[in-house]
């Protein structure tokens, strides 16, 4: 049936995702910057400027796999705030919680799926997901719960993959689908999992089509900002 089909195709799609980062967590900030050019560091540091994460701040860090985010935000909120580093997967979220104490900070860190968050309603003053957002089986669940923890007033910040500007999209479409499994093989000694990358890219929603769909959970004064011309965008919306 339809149905049965679905729940298949969804079953699949959360193994390959488990499978996907379980095998990059350990050559994954090495990837990342490869792969980017160095260009994530970038946009993060705009999506921790963009946040307006100050002392005493509660923060929640979805998807935060090996902590880049959680990292900046621990050293903006100080003694009186709290930065909470969750993701699903065990592998990544061992090597974020292993660089936050290198770091010489302690957070809390949880084992958790974003369309189940274990906190409370309206405890978080701001939550983010940088590139977690397109591995999520039903988006509008964890927007909804991501929502949900947000306190009155607070904000959602989505950093994800996006649609690249046209004219820069046949350069871009050789460089992930070409360039990105062959980098993949000879770093990582894994093509399958960087194929998955460009592929899990192409799928994701375009920067309007995500924008109604926070506006559709009920988030607020929902914008974006493109970044290196769509190929990454930073979606903000409010819990008002
Ligand atoms: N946020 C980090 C960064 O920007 O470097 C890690 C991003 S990594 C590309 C994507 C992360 O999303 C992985 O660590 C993966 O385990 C996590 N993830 C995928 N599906 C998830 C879900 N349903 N709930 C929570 N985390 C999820």
Redesign the pocket.
Known sequence: THFGFETVAEGEK?KK??EV?SSV?RR?DVM?DLMSFGL?RLW?AFTIQISGVGCGDRVL?????????SLAFAKRVGRDGQVWL????HA??SRGRDRVLDRGFALPVAQ????KLPFPDNWFDCVT????LR???HKDV?LAEMRRVLRPGGRLLV?EFSKVWAPLAPAYDFYSFKILPWMGDKVAHDADSYRY?AESIRMHPSQDELKELMERVGLKRVDYFNLTGGVVALHRGYKL
């Open positions: 959360h995702v488990a980062f967590a994954y990342n994530h993060k860090d979805v998807a935060g796999g090996t902590a880049d985010l969750t993701d699903i997967n990544m979220l958790c799926d974003a369309e997901v940088a590139f977690g591995n999520m089986t964890a950093l990358l």
